[in-house]
Structure formats: C-alpha cells, structure tokens
DNA sequence: ATGAAAGCGCTAACAC
DNA sequence: GTGTTAGCGCTTTCAT
C-alpha cells in the first residue's frame, strides 16, 4: 500500500480512504489512487486489514457431509444470504467426524472470522463443541443448537405428516412406514408426524412400521421383497418410507411383480428429494428437505447476531419441508 | 497474549516462544504460560501470526462442484495430503460459475492463504482466470494447466482405454461406445482411448459410437431403447458408457427385455463410480476417478511449490483410472 | 480533503 | 532462557 501510496502521490492513510470511505477523499485523487492500484496491481491483505479494523467479512461453515446434496444447498443458501450483507461463505469439511469437526471449529476462531456456521455431528458421545465457549458467534443448522445460541432445523415432524397425509388424500387406507435407524432424531421424527397424521382420520386409515436395517437401496428391496410375498389381502396400499434411497430400492424390488402396479396398486413416497429420486425410472414423490432455506436463515440469524449483538435474543427456528408430488404416488 | 504473559509473570516474547519454538523454553517457565493459557483460554490469533511471521498455514480449494463425489473425493484428498505437511484446507464452492470462481480466487488472494488449489470451469469463454496472475502459489486439478503452473487430472484417454480392453478381455466383440458432449475433453478422450483398444485387436473387435443428449439416466434409457429395438443380430454385445448415470438407464431400459440378460447377452461397463453405480440393482462395472489421488497429488506439488520455491519445477501429472469389475460385465 | 501517528496481535531478531 | 523491540499491512482517530 505504500507503493501505491508514493505512486499516486500520497499518504497511506488517502489510500486507506479511497478503499474504506471512498466519499470521504477528492474524486480526483480518489481517481489518481484507484490507476496507481490497478498499475501495481495492488492487492488489499485481508487479514491486515481485518486486524486493525476489526471486522472479518468472512463466514465459517463447517459442513457435515458434503457428498449428501441436502448440505450442499444448505451452504449455497449460505452463500446467498451473505453476499447479501457483503461477506464470503469458506466451508470445511468435518466428513461425519467429531474430531474434524472440532480441528475446524477451532481454525475458524483462530482465523477470527466473523461468525461460524455448524452441523452438528450426531453423535452424542461426539459433541466436545458444545462444552466449549467459542469466541465466534456460532449457529447450528441441521440440529438443535440448545437454548443458548440461535439454530435452524428442518420440521421432520411436519415432513412425515405430509408424506401420510399425502398418502391419505390420494385415497390410501393401509399403510406401512417403512424406516430405520429410529434413535437418530430425523426418522423418529418423521414416524411421529406420518402418526399423527394417520390419528387424525379416527381410525379411517391404518399404518404399521417396518423396521429396516438402514435408509440405504438395499434395505428397500429387501423390505419390498417382503411386502411382495405378502398375500394380496394383507399387502398395504401405501408406503411412506423415511428415506428416498430407501424408497428406490423398493420400488426396485415391486415394480417387477405382477399385480402389483406402482402406483395404481401401491402408492410409494420417499424423503429427501435426493437425486435419485427424480431420477429414476419410477420418478418418485416425496418430501424436499429445505436446505436452501435451512442454510439461509441460519446465515440471516448469524449475519443478525454479528451485525445486533445487543439487541439479538436466539432463536430456534423450524423450516417447513416441502411436498414433490411425481409418478410414484 | 499480554494477558496471559502477566498471568505467567514472563515477557509477551516467551509467550510467543513457547508456542513456535516450545523447546527453546524452560520446562516449568512452559509449563507455567501453558497453564495460564488454559485458564484464560486463550485462542491464538492466526492473522496477526501469518501477518508477523509471514506464513499461513491455509490452503484454499475452489472447487466447482460439490454435488459430485468425485469433487469431493478431491478434497479429501487435498485435506489428507496438507493435513500431513500440517496445513489445513478450505473450501469453496464455485458451483460451476466463472463469476463465482474468480470470486472466490480473490478473496484467497486477499486472504493471503499459503496456495490456492483450483478446479476450472471448463467452459472455454468463462476463462478469465488464466490471464491474471495471481499472487498465490496455484495448482490446477482436473484440468490442464497451461505451461506455467502445475497441473493434475485423470488419465481419461486411459480410463477409456480399461473399460474397451475390459469388454474385449471377457469375450465381447462387438461393442457401443456410448455417449454425448464430445465436445468436453474428459468424453472425448475417453472414446479416443476406447478407440485405441479396439485398434489394437487388428480387426477382431468392432466398435461403432451412438450419440445421446447428455449423460444423465434418462439419456441412457433412450439408447437402451434404441439397442433393444434392434433385430439380435446386429445388437452389440457389449457398451462402454461415457459415465455411469448413463450406463444405469441403459441397464434399466435393457434389464426387463427377453433374451437380453445383463450381462449374459450383453455387458455394460460405466464411468466415474458414482454412487448409483454400486448401489443400482445391477451393481455396474465401472471406472473409478481417481479423485483422491488427483485431490492428494495436486496437494503435494502445491506444498513442494510452497515450501521450496527455488528448486520447483511445474509439471502435468496424470492420475491413472481404476477398472472396478461388478456385476455389469 | 489530506497527512501523521498510534495501534491491531503477533513473530523474529537481537540483547542480556 | 528470557526480555526488548522493530516491524507485518492495514484502519482510524486526530490534527492541519
């Protein structure tokens, strides 16, 4: 900066102007500062920068799973939402792993960014963050943050009624929920919807649970095996499943049966609007997770905390699924 | 860190020793600081250590496309190999955006990160990075990168190489290479590689080439249709596909036809391993990307650049494919 | 409107 | 071994 200081004829504090309060300094060494930039092809040191005047524009987000696209739009409504209010979204990934998750969460308060976006590895015998102080303002996507500090999670409860719901308005009467892993919240959550649903017809529809070994395609054909080798009688007209690959090995597994046309004979829906979901041969209907929207009311939530610090008061937010409605139902 | 050099009764500089040159530091004096910076939990600011010492520890990724596995296999990749030279990485996503990539190489410039790892968008026009000079040490992966820099991507003219000598090695003669965006250097060479297998059997082995839309499933459901319409006779008894999801329709369309069992009367080989490759009903033989080899490898030259600026040399790697043999083949 | 100077939190000589 | 000090590249008062 001194370079451009001498080249355009003047004090590094003019050149600092011309970059922070562009207003404040005569458009015509404004102009004759701004060619000496672009000569020296001067490059600003953000982190000189962000030292003396104390303000990072820089986002942290530390991301659970990148291979799964419900984060990815997750820190693309992230991003949205800060270039909104000028800052940068930098993301790491913690790749399911507690101890990744904590070596990043540190480098971004040692980096000083402004503020810190999180989802939570699951685990309860993996959440050392929590019983630490970070320095950095912190929300949690994905998860429940606690009450002291501001989070923002999908409503799955909301997302497994809708699923039922759907299956109920479509005319269907007997229906399996078909999941897994029932102690991660998600799916629990899911079941307790896709009930409530079913209690509000006051006996009108049924529903059983299928318990499958995980959310993967091949529980799905297996648990489709099953239902195929049922008699006509007992077979369910309807199936929620807590999964879109789930929901895909199913159909799989169905679709080949005689008798047994999706979805004129069974209806099938799936969560997640993963990609398979769509495309595939059956394209299936199911519940969007609201990843976007996750991601970006967790940045408006922290971008509000960094910018109000007095006047914020945390918050937990639930972000309503959305209903995809395609050939399988 | 005045606060904790009072807490510890010795000067700022000690401080600064015990965490840079621990041994250059009495025992009990370093036992001392460091017991007075857990009390105060104090967290090292990383810029004023790098704007002081000169060197990040950061290593920035802008990579184009998270929603691909194969990216992030990449980043993986690049995480492992820093992680060793004890460095860390973040991400950016550029989401396969010009506007977005430059953004993001700026804002590492700005931060003054160690090195910059890039994966290009390819589209020629949108190539506005290469003409500037950046003043980060950068390493382009998965694309070639010019003379001037060191470069590291897959083997595809190998890759297609495999899949071809993979289909005549088990009995095939005469084969489709399917695929579509020729005009995409990754699908060209593959097919040029394809091309010198079957050169190479003198005659033996035929391969004509059908042109799809894209490479996403339902264009692979189009071609299977197409090759199922065919009189058995002129059918070809083995496809290479430019890419897996395209090999799944194709599988899809081909599965249910008489007298066409997969991979009996016909085998079909993929490429990319993606993740619908192992997880469809009939598990695809396929290539796999050597993502993190190209993530590890680009890693490496960027920490030698890093690390030993005199004696660096640039140079292009490829990455050799892997053949993956399931059940397709 | 511009310049001078004090510091942001730290590292790396250099003294003692 | 430990303390002292001069920066690193910038922002921000406070003068002028």
Not at 2 to 9: E, K
Not at 88 to 110: C, G, M, P, R
């Amino acid at each position: 900066m001194d370079d451009v200081a001498r080249a355009a004829g003047v004090s590094l504090g003019t050149v600092s102007h011309v970059l922070n309060h562009p207003d404040r300094v005569a458009p015509r060494t404004r102009d004759r500062v701004q060619r000496a930039i672009e000569e020296l092809g001067f490059v600003p040191d953000r982190r000189a920068r962000s030292l003396a005047g104390g303000a990072s524009s820089m986002i942290g987000f530390v991301v659970i799973d990148l291979t799964n696209s419900y984060f990815v739009d997750m820190a693309r409504g992230a991003e949205e939402e800060a270039n909104l209010a000028g800052m940068n979204v930098v993301l790491a990934n913690s790749d399911i792993q507690a101890e990744k998750e904590l070596t990043y969460l540190h480098l971004f308060d040692e980096e000083r960014v402004a503020g810190i976006l999180l989802t939570p590895v699951e685990n309860l015998a993996d959440q050392a963050w929590r019983s630490r102080e970070w320095r950095r303002r912190l929300v949690v996507a994905n998860s429940d943050g606690g009450a002291d500090r501001c989070s923002v999670a999908p409503d799955d409860e909301l997302g497994g009624y809708l699923a039922a719901r759907h299956l109920i308005d479509v005319g269907r009467r007997s229906l399996v929920f078909a999941g897994g892993l029932f102690h991660l919240a998600p799916v629990a959550n899911r079941l307790r919807g896709a009930q409530r649903a079913v209690a509000e017809t006051n006996g009108a529809v049924r529903m059983t649970t299928v318990t499958t070994a995980g959310l993967r395609p091949k529980d799905g054909r297996e648990v489709g095996a099953r239902l195929a080798d049922l008699p006509p009688a007992e077979r369910p007209d309807g199936v929620v499943a807590a999964a879109d690959l789930l929901a895909l090995g199913l159909v799989q597994a169905l679709a080949g049966q005689p008798g047994l046309r999706i979805p004129e004979d069974l209806s099938v829906i799936g969560y997640d609007n993963n990609q398979a979901s769509w495309e595939s041969a059956i394209p299936l209907t199911t519940i969007a997770q609201p990843g976007h929207e996750v991601g970006r009311t967790a940045t408006r939530l922290l971008i509000e905390e960094i910018r109000e610090p007095g006047t914020h008061r945390h918050q937990c937010i639930k972000i309503e699924p959305q209903l995809i409605v395609r050939s399988s139902t």
